[in-house]
């Protein structure tokens, strides 16, 4: 019994055995090759149907994807244009057989996503999750680096967090729960807590019939919150270097692959990003862009627009912060300013065009939480046991962002649309597979 050396395809030589795909099969008069193809890559396997009949056999079979072991020996062949080497085997299992594929490269994007497991098949869509692996890894070494304690938080909760954004409501027994819109209520228990710096990677859900390139109803969050803060500055200034982290990271371990596969330069954005007030933003829309907003209103899409424009010509940066947003336009939980009546210790992050990120200095007195609530219509007194509550026993002035991780992939990787930003894509339409 000879020994064979498991083997991925790209480092396959000498003796071996390979697990892989079939890509495809050219079957000639006296010959066969076949590309087998994994993670790594592909490699042609040879067949000569005169001394290998039983193979030949199997082999004239095959359709694409079907999945083989095969155990033979890799041999150099200068006429291969695929890597000068071919696989010649000696036994061959197919381990799973394949149907024909229902969606080709003509399918539209919700065909593809009924099928979104043989859609990632391509090496392509692949690398959007092999970056976005290096993105966390590197956006969590920087917490880690920097004393963030990681906490694992419910995804079901008692009241709505984020007042005007949709929320799931689920049958909790007798009771009525919602699914979190944020994990804004726990991670801020956290810092009552005396934990300081936490972060949470989390599911997050929004009931919104929104179908537009960013929106989806299940997201991933990727949430900071840490005490001793004493502006929305402090807080920016975490993000901005966090991000660098993550880009960085995926930059070093992908950044040429990136380029080669998807054309797209992974840019390693310099400190500190640019910074724009509400109050010079309102200016910038009548002045440079000719769409006036009033003072007070939240952006809407086409100002976004034309101010994302408007800041990367002028700063040269893929990323800006907007701050100081009006109290108006902001949740409860948000730090009104002292120096400026009617303004917030708040702010937005952009990338290229579209909003990644909200965050915020917090307002941590019982009393003056309790009055913002109220301000918004919501009975304070439903939200005493489960917030309120959290900084009656003392409670460091604290701050946060809650960063849209699928968005960021989205936008690093110049994708299209976060359905295909996203493993799998939660919209209103969309709860299958
Ligand atoms: P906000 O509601 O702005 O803030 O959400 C934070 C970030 O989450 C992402 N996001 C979404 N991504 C995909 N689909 C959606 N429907 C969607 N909605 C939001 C965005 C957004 O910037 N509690 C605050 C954060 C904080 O202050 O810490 C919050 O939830 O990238």
Redesign the pocket.
């Known amino acids: 019994m000879e020994n064979y050396v498991r083997s991925d395809l790209a480092s396959a030589q000498g003796k071996v055995e390979v697990w892989a795909w079939i890509e495809k099969v050219r079957d000639q008069k006296s010959m066969q090759f076949v590309i087998l193809r994994d993670r790594s890559g592909n490699l042609q396997m040879t067949i000569e149907k005169a001394s290998k009949p039983e193979i030949a056999e199997v082999v004239s079979h095959f359709t694409q994807d079907y999945y083989v072991k095969v155990r033979g020996e890799v041999v150099p062949n200068e006429y291969v244009k695929l890597g000068k080497k071919e696989l010649i085997p000696d036994s061959l299992e197919v381990l799973s057989k394949a149907d024909i594929s229902p969606i080709d490269s003509e399918s539209s994007i919700d065909q593809r996503l009924d099928y979104r497991w043989i859609d990632l098949r391509d090496p392509k869509k692949r690398l959007i999750f092999e970056a976005q692996t290096a993105l966390t890894q590197g956006m969590r070494n920087y917490c880690i680096e920097h004393g963030f304690i990681e906490v694992h938080c419910p995804t079901t909760i008692k009241n709505e967090?984020?007042s005007g954004?949709g929320v799931f409501e689920v049958k909790y027994f007798d009771k009525k729960a919602y699914l979190i819109?944020?994990p804004?209520f726990y991670k801020q228990m956290a810092i009552a807590a005396g934990f300081e710096k936490v972060f949470i990677a989390t599911p997050i859900y929004?009931a919104?019939k929104?179908f537009t390139r960013?929106?989806?109803t299940e997201?991933s969050?990727f949430?900071l919150e840490f005490a001793n803060v004493s502006s929305v500055e402090d807080v920016m200034k975490v993000e901005e270097e966090l991000l660098q982290a993550g880009l960085k990271e995926v930059n070093e371990k992908y950044g040429q692959k990136i380029k080669e596969l998807l054309g797209v330069d992974i840019i390693v954005p310099s400190l500190p990003f640019p910074r724009v007030t509400m109050k010079e933003v309102y200016k910038i829309l009548e002045e440079e862009c000719d769409y006036p907003l009033d003072e007070g209103a939240d952006l809407d899409t086409e100002a976004e627009n034309l101010l994302s424009a408007y800041m990367m010509k002028k700063n040269n940066h893929q990323f800006f912060f907007v701050k100081d947003y009006p109290s108006d336009v902001r949740p409860f939980y948000s730090m009104h300013k002292d120096d400026e009546p009617g303004y917030s210790e708040t702010y937005d992050l952009y990338y290229k065009d579209i909003?990644?990120?909200?965050?915020?200095m917090r307002e941590h007195r019982p009393d003056v939480l309790a009055k913002q609530i109220a301000e918004k219509g919501i009975d304070p007194k439903t939200m005493e046991e489960n917030y309120i509550n959290f900084f009656k026993y003392g409670c460091p002035p604290h701050g946060?962002?809650?960063?849209?991780l699928?968005?960021l992939t989205m936008l690093m990787l110049d994708i299209p649309t976060?359905k295909e930003a996203m493993f799998v894509f939660r919209g209103p339409d969309r709860l299958n597979p």
């Open positions: 967090s984020e954004s819109q944020s804004q929004r919104e929104s960013k929106h989806a997201f969050g949430d909003e990644i990120t909200s965050g915020a946060g962002f809650g960063l849209g699928d968005r976060i």
